[in-house]
Nanobody, 118 residues
Framework: QVQLVESGGGLVQPGGSLRLSCAASGSIFFINTMVGWYRQAPGKERELVARITSGGSTNYADSVKGRFTISRDNAKNTVYLQMNSLKPEDTAVYYC???????????WGQGTQVTVSS
């Protein structure tokens, strides 16, 4: 069974930091996939936040550039999203997505809630 599991979300004050993790199990191996972090706020469409290719290239949404960093640990089959200088507008459910290898059409995790509030 293919599975992506996000963790690390929570409540944080503006200016704070969180690190999200996306762990793969089953037949997904991140080394062969492009992995992205998406988010969806209430009443808004899901949007791409950051992604990392199998070769390690990264790209970010303009709204998070300089604040968020995506990275991968192929040995642990895990992708991370380090989020610094968080703002209330970063509040959303964050989802992990993998494309490639065992996920030719994309696999999604269940999401993790991030709330930025004082």
């Amino acid at each position: 069974q293919v599975q992506l599991v996000e963790s690390g979300g929570g409540l944080v004050q503006p200016g704070g930091s969180l690190r999200l993790s996306c762990a793969a199990s089953g037949s997904i191996f991140f080394i062969n996939t492009m992995v992205g972090w998406y988010r969806q706020a209430p009443g808004k469409e899901r949007e791409l936040v950051a992604r990392i290719t199998s070769g390690g290239s990264t790209n970010y949404a303009d709204s998070v550039k300089g604040r968020f960093t995506i990275s991968r640990d192929n040995a642990k089959n895990t992708v991370y999203l380090q989020m610094n200088s968080l703002k209330p507008e970063d509040t959303a459910v964050y989802y992990c997505n993998a494309v490639g290898g065992s996920c030719p059409y994309g696999c999604w995790g269940q999401g993790t809630q991030v709330t930025v509030s004082s």
